[in-house]
């Protein structure tokens, strides 16, 4: 089996109502990664991509996010009809897609702007 040009991982976290930071899928349910999933599919991307679930990514106030490697490419606030974009500009013509990324300076900190004083 040839290895996956590009690996995606959908936040599928679910926090309790009331937690300090918000959940990727308040519903354990991930209408986004199925989305994901089925267009790849349907563009015959089945042997070269893989989508997972994934826990926590830690950009919560961000959620639902997703990532894509090789490349590092962090998305933010995605909704399941945004999965037919990043199949088709990302996945399939290797162009991420820029109104979703997520800025750098709120990937893997502490300090994001975004994140509530109280979780940090």
């Known amino acids: 089996m040839p ?3 590009r690996h995606v991982f959908v936040c599928h976290n679910t926090r309790p109502e009331g937690a300090p930071r918000p959940s990727c ?3 354990g349910k991930s209408d986004l990664h199925t989305q ?7 563009a015959g991307l089945g042997s070269a ?3 997972n679930k994934s ?7 961000h959620g639902p996010t997703v990532v894509v490697y090789p490349e ?3 998305y933010g606030h995605v909704k399941p009809e945004d999965a037919a974009e990043i199949v088709e500009e990302h996945l399939i013509n290797g162009r991420p897609v ?5 800025a750098d300076e709120c990937i893997n900190t502490k300090s994001c702007p975004h994140r509530p004083i109280s979780g940090q």
């Open 72 to 74: 590092a490419v962090w």
């Open 3 to 5: 290895l996956f040009e």
């Open 36 to 42: 994901l999933q089925q267009l790849s599919k349907a």
């Open 55 to 61: 826990g926590c990514l830690d950009q919560c106030e």
């Open 49 to 51: 991509v893989r989508i």
């Open 98 to 102: 820029e109104r979703l990324r997520l």
């Open 25 to 27: 899928t308040a519903d």
